[in-house]
């Protein structure tokens, strides 16, 4: 038996991987990973995957976009070039505070979005061109696979499978 | 389960009407504004905020029946309870509207029809009822009285014109208001899918009528203080404004009433859930106080400028204040997940963002209807707390009169399992 084993099992059905799930971590089994076409509910505690902290990046990143919408538009506005929009005062940054609001909530909103997108996609590692990582295509479609090493916590590639088979999957496939 | 209305909360609030009883009395007795316009601008403050929060949880509960949304299934009879208010509610705005069509206050100036005619009869002038004229005639001058903005309005800012309105608005609220409490009623009783489903159409129709008439109502009401003064955006202001109040007095009940045990069913994710709404409405209302002080401001049309020329001149720090407040409390203590899943902090957002909301009514009515005069004193505050006491008073006798947690909804199983 290699060390680096990979079992690939496979459900058709996301609450019958579930309940699977919870069986076997019960028995001290680590689950590295599930793959499935959509975000199975409550899986997330059973395999042990941490809250996401791609909220907090969201955060800094909308700090970040208005903090540089208010610091070009003092510059361009006031600083470098103050120009006189229907009257409006230009000498002072506060006094124009109303008119700056909808540029500095689209530049925060714009940058949170992007900044997102963009942590997800390269955390995923699902960029364009990138080679898709997921063990079988039939994941993106009707089929739910969990991906266990069983090195991880010293179990036989047989036991293992034994335990599997009694949680109705429907596939064991080594790698 | 059923909800028991203590001896102890029916003194706490019995305590709080009889304050604002004490205070409309004494507040009567010595207000020296016209007309005791400050008097009556004071019940119409508390009249319309707590109406408004029962007329948004009704909207609210029409929402959940027209999306069939289960997710609040487990506290609709909170939303229920809160909505009972509007009889009530409506009653007291129909005392304030009637009010003033006998001149006992002078909120509404179109109100008065001598603002509306350009020529007045020499001779009747000293007398009770002058006769007033749009064209000149023979002993006819110039009424100095006239408004020509006014006059110009007055095709819809006219008294059998605004009754008509005013009387359907509120009739058809109050018929959905009952509407809804008898059929949830009736679902518990008999089960099955058949009322849920044509609650969907009953919700739809309501909805399309409120989304009219949430707008209307408030130009009738509210906006026709300031006369002279008019802004597009500003039914759908006031609705977002009673859209949160309702969500704040949801949440802080539905805790309350969590933590006395009443509701077993009704766990954190219900609460974060709401807890969402009452973000999410804050930025609601943010947006639109912002998008019409923004609109007005950079455009300095004269027409338009006199609503927040009068307020910025004259109560700069309130008006100013509570925009702040109502956006920066819920913004920074409630954007994380784990803040709108702890109690501490849903309560004290929602009670600083209660008295904000307050306010914002307050900002609303008060300088049309005083001026420059309008102040905060013990008699808008013991009023306030009276008509807290009497909303509590009505909503809590609703609650006690059916099961606290509803017992039959196709939903209900799914909302009892809520899991975000």
């Known amino acids: ?175 | 389960m059923d909800f028991i209305f203590t001896k102890r909360a029916k003194l706490i609030f019995s305590v709080l009407m009889l304050i604002g009883f004490i205070a409309m009395v004494l507040g009567y007795a010595t207000d020296t504004s016209d007309h005791h316009n400050r008097f009556w601008a004071n019940i119409f403050v508390n009249g319309f905020f707590y109406f408004a929060i029962s007329l948004g949880a009704l909207f609210f509960l029409a929402l959940q029946y027209a999306t069939e949304a289960s997710y609040m299934i487990a506290l609709k009879r909170v939303i229920e309870g809160i909505s009972q208010y509007i009889f009530v509610g409506s009653a007291i705005l129909i005392v304030f509207f009637a009010a003033g069509t006998f001149h006992l206050h002078h909120v509404y100036h179109w109100m008065d029809i001598s603002v509306m005619y350009e020529f007045v009869m020499e001779a009747t002038m000293g007398t009770p009822h002058p006769e007033y004229m749009h064209e000149v005639t023979d002993g006819a001058i110039k009424n100095v009285k006239y408004d020509h903005i006014i006059a110009g309005k007055s095709a819809y800012l006219n008294q059998p014109f605004f009754w008509i309105r005013t009387l359907i608005y509120i009739g058809v609220w109050c018929y959905f208001a009952n509407l809804f409490r008898k059929r949830s009623l009736l679902e518990d009783a008999q089960g099955g899918t058949k009322i849920h489903f044509k609650n969907m159409t009953y919700a739809a129709i309501f909805l399309v009528f409120f989304a009219f008439t949430s707008s209307t109502a408030s130009w009738d009401w509210i906006m026709s203080i300031d006369t002279h003064w008019f802004s597009t955006l500003f039914g759908w202001y006031v609705f977002s404004g009673m859209w949160v109040s309702f969500m704040i007095v949801f949440v802080l009940m539905s805790i309350w009433l969590k933590n006395k045990g009443y509701l077993p069913n009704v766990n954190k994710s219900h609460i974060h859930d709401a807890g969402k709404w009452m973000f999410a409405i804050s930025f609601l209302w943010t947006y639109l106080w912002f998008s019409q002080f923004m609109l007005i401001w950079y455009s300095n049309i004269p027409e338009e400028v006199t609503y927040y020329i009068t307020r910025i001149e004259h109560y700069k720090w309130l008006f100013f204040g509570i925009f702040f407040t109502n956006f920066l409390f819920p913004m920074i203590m409630l954007i994380s997940r784990d803040a709108k899943r702890q109690i501490g902090y849903l309560i004290v957002v929602g009670f600083i963002i209660f008295v904000g909301h307050w306010l914002d009514v307050y900002m609303m009515i008060m300088p049309g209807s005083l001026g420059s005069h309008a102040h905060l004193g013990w008699m808008e505050l013991g009023m306030a707390l009276g008509f807290l006491g009497l909303f509590l008073f009505v909503v809590f006798r609703a609650f006690s009169k059916a099961p606290i947690s509803v017992v039959n909804h196709p939903f209900l199983d799914e909302s009892n399992h809520l899991h975000i």
Request: some cysteine; overall charge negative; proline content about 6%.
């Open chain 1, 1 to 175: 038996m290699k060390d680096n084993k990979t079992i690939y099992a496979m459900y058709d059905d996301d609450m019958t991987l579930l309940a699977g799930a919870k069986e076997l971590v019960a028995k001290g089994i680590y689950i590295r990973d599930v793959f499935s076409p959509f975000p199975i509910h409550g899986i997330d505690p059973v395999i042990g995957i941490k809250q996401t902290r791609l909220a907090i990046c969201a955060f800094i990143y909308g700090l970040v976009g208005l903090s540089l919408a208010l610091a070009g538009m003092y510059y361009f506005m006031i600083v470098d070039w103050p120009m006189n929009i229907g009257g409006k005062p230009n000498d002072f940054f506060y006094q124009n505070i109303p008119a700056f609001v909808p540029i500095s909530f689209e530049f925060t909103v714009l940058l949170a979005a992007h900044g997102m997108a963009l942590t997800y996609f390269i955390r995923n590692w699902t960029l364009p061109g990138v080679t898709a990582r997921n063990p079988y295509p039939e994941t993106t479609n009707d089929r739910f696979v969990m991906e266990i090493h069983p090195s991880d916590f010293g179990m036989s590639v047989e036991d293992l499978t034994e335990e599997l088979q009694k949680t109705g999957t429907i596939l064991i496939e080594e790698r």
